[in-house]
């Protein structure tokens, strides 16, 4: 896949964890952005940092090393996946460390609480 081709599913990706999210009643919204400066997503769940992947075949360990990186140790990382590919798509995935499991969760339930911005 050209590199063209792939940032556009990289964008159909982000737009539709965001409309999952969004469906939950969680603030998300594409960034728009290159991952450089900001995740994939913004979103309300405060403390994690959530690295989205839409492939064919998602590597989920190389995402959560990236999600770990690239929430330099101050954000809790939190892998959300979706295959895709010529026979359809499965359902969102989301990964974590166990540990992290209470923080995600009490985060998750936090941005739902809070609800979606009256414009969203």
Request: charged share 25%; with cysteine; net charge positive.
């Amino acid at each position: 896949m050209s590199g063209k081709s792939s940032r556009d599913k990289g964008a159909r990706g982000e737009l539709q964890a965001a409309a999952a999210l969004r469906a939950l009643g969680i603030y998300a919204e594409r960034s728009g952005r290159l991952g450089l400066t900001a995740g994939d997503l913004l979103h309300g769940c405060h403390g994690c940092h959530l690295e989205v992947k839409y492939q064919s075949n998602p590597s989920l360990w190389k995402a959560m090393r990236q999600a770990e990186l690239d929430s330099r140790g101050l954000l809790i990382p939190v892998v959300l996946a979706k295959m895709v590919g010529k026979r359809g798509s499965s359902d969102w995935m989301v990964m974590h460390k166990l540990d992290d499991w209470p923080s995600v969760v009490a985060s998750f339930a936090a941005a739902r609480a809070k609800g979606l911005p009256p414009d969203a």
